[in-house]
């Protein structure tokens, strides 16, 4: 495993229903982020197609399987620089319809995630919940976890990749005006949390009635902001990852005295009340 690496943000501006216009943006971006050292590039929500669509038909017009024709230019981007990059999409599988994200590496297609929970907002009015519960992806760049937009507003999605051995949890997002705190505040404190690595991705600009902010974001163990985007600027953020942060869960503080255990300090015979429907 590489014990520190570049992580790039795409803080770009999707164009609705330009598939391919808004891949020509991410393989350009790419390149650009891996020349400046990057090793995992990761691109917003939707960034293929745009995210406020207006009906079932608009959906299905812009969805693609996995692997799938971006699926399979991204490989190729992956292959030629040596990197890793995380892209969100419309899936189409037999029929049904995923708000998802694609982890794609330099041997290939890695894997995938579904958005679990879905808003009542564009594309999610259209598409199924997510049917894969909350992977994770073991590479070289250390154990990765995806979520997507909303999924971030659930505290219990990030416990969730963190118990399962997440050192990095990348949330792909569409943040419209409005949600700036989510930005402000939900990426540090789910970093802090689960004393993990947590890097939220935003998108830019003005999609039919809806203005997106960016303001991404990367954040370190204890919650530091590593890197920040700026507000609705196009633009690449960049993070320095180091795994094996995230593993340290026990911190000695003070021996004897002062000690720390993210893991073993847990009481989850107290949390079932988490897990029950409401």
């Not at 520190?4 to 164009?15: I, W």
């Not at 390149?31 to 050292?37: I, R, V």
């Not at 507000?231 to 869960?249: D, F, M, Q, T, W």
Request: charged share 25%.
């Amino acid at each position: 495993m590489i014990e520190k690496y570049v992580l790039a943000g795409g803080q770009m501006e999707p164009k609705i229903q330009d598939k391919k216009t808004n891949l020509e943006s991410m393989v350009s971006l790419s390149y650009e982020a891996a020349g400046e050292g990057a090793r995992l590039v990761v691109f917003p929500e939707c960034a293929l197609t745009g995210i406020v669509l207006d009906s079932v038909e608009e959906v299905r017009s812009m969805a693609e399987p996995i692997p799938g024709p971006a699926t399979d230019e991204m490989m190729k981007v992956c292959k030629d620089l040596g990197i890793y990059v995380i892209f969100g999409l419309i899936e189409e599988d037999n029929g049904r319809y995923f708000n998802s994200a694609v982890l794609t590496g330099p041997n290939g297609q890695i894997g995938k995630y579904r958005k679990i929970h879905l808003p009542g907002m564009g594309v999610d009015r259209f598409v199924e919940h997510g049917d894969i519960p909350f992977p994770i992806y073991d590479t070289e760049l250390g154990r990765i976890g995806i979520l997507i937009c909303y999924d971030g507003s659930f505290p219990e999605s990030a416990g969730v990749l963190n118990l399962k051995g997440a050192d990095l949890i990348v949330l792909i997002t569409n943040w419209p005006r409005g949600a700036e705190r989510c930005s402000k505040y939900q990426v540090n404190t789910r970093a802090m949390d689960n004393h993990l690595f947590y890097a939220a991705i935003n998108r830019v600009g003005l999609e039919r009635d809806f203005f997106f902010f960016g303001m991404s974001k990367v954040a370190d163990v204890w919650g530091k902001t590593l890197a920040e985007g700026g507000y609705g600027a196009n633009e690449i953020i960049y993070a320095e990852v180091e795994p094996l942060k995230s593993r340290h869960k026990r911190h000695v503080l003070m021996e004897g005295k002062n000690i720390l255990d993210f893991r073993k300090d847990r009481r989850p015979e107290l949390y079932s009340l988490l897990t029950k429907s409401i």
